[in-house]
């Protein structure tokens, strides 16, 4: 790909995430609707589109197009993680928590602190702690899966 192309493409998505930031949103959409055009098949863009959707109160919209981001890339953690998130605003405990625990094993090392203490908070939570309790098996199995990821990992990174 051409480099230049490519620079102009990272900042168009630079600017439109910092007007997210900045809580423009209609320039922002107008922005990302220019990118679409440029790039349609960038999963960045359903991210970007369901923090829009949310910060405009529209959680519905935000968790379908959330969803339609991971089931084109299942492992995507910005969009794992705007999913956990709106899942948490939505009073849908359980469901962020699974959100927030199938994240774990794919994010960035710089947030997965922030992740072990949303998942902590949401386990003080009576709902989630219930979910816990009448699902042990299927959490030991699930803890099982991520030590196994952890070890791929850790011998994928010796025998590199």
């Not at 379908?64 to 939505?90: C, M, Q």
């Not at 962020?96 to 072990?116: G, M, N, P, Q, W």
């Amino acid at each position: 790909m051409d480099h230049k192309k490519l620079g102009h493409k990272q900042k168009l998505k630079k600017n439109i995430s910092i007007l997210i930031e900045n809580e423009k949103l209609d320039e922002a959409k107008e922005l990302l609707e220019l990118y679409k055009q440029v790039e349609h098949n960038d999963i960045e863009i359903y991210s970007m589109k369901g923090v829009i959707a949310m910060m405009e109160g529209n959680l519905d919209e935000a968790e379908s197009i959330l969803k339609e981001g991971k089931s084109i890339e299942p492992l995507n953690s910005d969009i794992l993680y705007n999913l956990a998130y709106l899942y948490e605003i939505s009073t849908k405990y359980v469901l962020a928590y699974k959100s927030y625990r199938s994240l774990f094993h794919c994010a960035d090392e710089t947030i997965k602190d922030e992740i072990k203490d949303k998942i902590k908070q949401l386990e003080e939570i009576d709902e989630v702690n219930e979910y816990l309790i009448e699902n042990q098996d299927e959490i030991k199995a699930y803890e099982l899966i991520e030590k196994m990821q952890q070890q791929i990992k850790e011998l994928k990174e010796i025998t590199m």
